[in-house]
């Protein structure tokens, strides 16, 4: 940006002798210049337009993509969606949740599951079936082929903490491997995918 100069244009006084009044010309009204008009206001909406978008995706929504097949078949294999950042500010986070967080043994990497248990809650898995508070748990986004007959014996939630799963049983790592996930590691949860195409939509 260039900089301004320090030294002021300088100002030349004249005096003249005053025009006699038949001398002044008759005042010519002027027409306003209405700026702001036709291209200019297309441009300077766009120009709004992607000012919120980049806000909005830098500050409230990450774009992610999911390696693996731990979600399946809510989340499948390179699929692309968006984390909302900022929504646990404003709520807290709920059963059922899709989050993504730091994986608790490596915070360098991240994981993205389902939530399961709160904290207080009592969590226990026999033979593949998820109890919560000795309730059997009513998975449909677990489907017959992605269920598995593994047991986990009965755990409370730890305070500020959830208790996670994939929905595809068989093919993941989660707390039943490394124990419920601290609130401080969760950053974002899923709220929509957008590719392919055909997955385009909010996510469940």
């Given at each position: 940006m260039p900089e301004a100069s320090s030294e002021s244009s300088p100002v030349v006084q004249t005096t003249a002798p005053a025009p006699s009044a038949a001398a002044v010309p008759e005042a010519v009204p002027t027409v306003p210049v209405r700026l702001g008009t036709g291209i200019g206001v297309w441009v300077r909406d766009l120009i709004i337009s992607l000012a919120i978008s980049a806000f909005i995706i830098i500050f409230l929504y990450q774009p992610v993509k999911v390696e693996g097949t731990s979600m399946m078949p809510s989340l499948e294999d390179q699929e692309r969606i968006f984390v909302n950042?900022?929504?646990?500010?404003l709520?807290?986070?709920?059963?059922?949740?899709?989050v993504v967080f730091r994986y608790p043994r490596d915070p360098s990497k991240s994981y993205i599951k389902r939530v399961i248990g709160m904290a207080?809650?009592?969590?226990?898995?026999?033979?593949?079936?998820?109890y919560v508070n000795d309730q059997a748990l009513d998975e449909d986004?677990?489907?017959?082929?992605?269920?598995?007959?593994?047991?986990?014996?009965e755990t409370t939630v730890p305070a500020?903490?959830?208790?996670?799963?994939g929905d595809h049983r068989s093919m993941s790592n989660d707390s039943r491997d490394f124990g419920p996930v601290n609130q401080s590691f969760i950053y974002g949860k899923a709220v929509f995918?957008?590719?392919?195409?055909?997955?385009?939509?909010?996510?469940?």
């Open positions: 950042k900022f929504v646990y500010r709520e807290p986070i709920e059963r059922g949740d899709i207080g809650d009592r969590i226990r898995i026999d033979g593949g079936q998820v986004y677990v489907p017959p082929a992605y269920t598995d007959s593994r047991s986990y014996p500020q903490s959830f208790f996670v799963l995918g957008y590719w392919p195409m055909d997955k385009l939509g909010r996510v469940r």
